[in-house]
């Protein structure tokens, strides 16, 4: 097989996750969209410096991350996204990257949604404001009456229940 069909197969097997972390980062549909091809532009023409094909995924990650803050910062943009924030979505993108364990990236995107569903009401209200609105956590605090460290732990916790849910659902515990 060439390496240009299996590159291909690399994006089509990659695509949707990476349109889905970059839609979180930057919260614009057309965006996103430009730069998960430029993402797969530029990873292509590195591809010699990956190291190991099974880190790909959080690899291109990696590269559409960056430029996703360099568009930003070039559109004088506020990056909505702190430290805390991409650490969970980090959490949540590698517990999906195994291939092979959940089939494509839709069944794995159904499998985090059904288990934020089964969050206790607090902290999905928590990480609902904080993930998906974008909102810091100081601000989540005030809007929910409660402490920061309070959100910080809601936030904490949350991450790892979603998981470990994903884990056992996808198979995945054993890894």
């Not at 070039?74 to 702190?82: H, I, M, Q, S």
């Not at 402490?147 to 732990?153: D, E, G, N, P, T």
Request: net charge positive; glycine share 6%; hydrophobic share 40%.
């Amino acid at each position: 097989m060439s390496d240009l069909r299996s590159y291909e197969i690399l994006v089509l097997e990659h695509e949707a996750m990476l349109f889905s972390y970059l839609l979180a980062l930057v919260r614009d549909r057309h965006m996103a969209e430009d730069l998960v091809q430029e993402t797969f532009l530029q990873a292509y023409r590195k591809l010699s410096t990956l190291e190991k094909s099974s880190s790909f995924a959080a690899w291109v990650r990696s590269i559409g991350r960056n430029l996703a803050f360099n568009t930003m910062k070039r559109r004088k943009r506020e990056v909505p996204t702190d430290p805390e924030t991409l650490q969970g979505m980090e959490d949540v993108f590698g517990a999906l990257d195994d291939a092979g364990l959940g089939d494509t990236w839709g069944e794995r995107s159904r499998a985090v949604g059904r288990c934020f569903k089964q969050l206790p009401e607090s902290m999905r209200r928590t990480c609902m404001l904080h993930y998906m609105e974008g909102y810091p956590v100081k601000v989540v605090a005030e809007k929910l009456t409660v402490s920061l460290a309070s959100v910080l732990k809601r936030l904490e916790r949350g991450r790892k229940a979603v998981r470990r849910c994903v884990e056992r659902r996808l198979g995945l515990e054993t890894l």
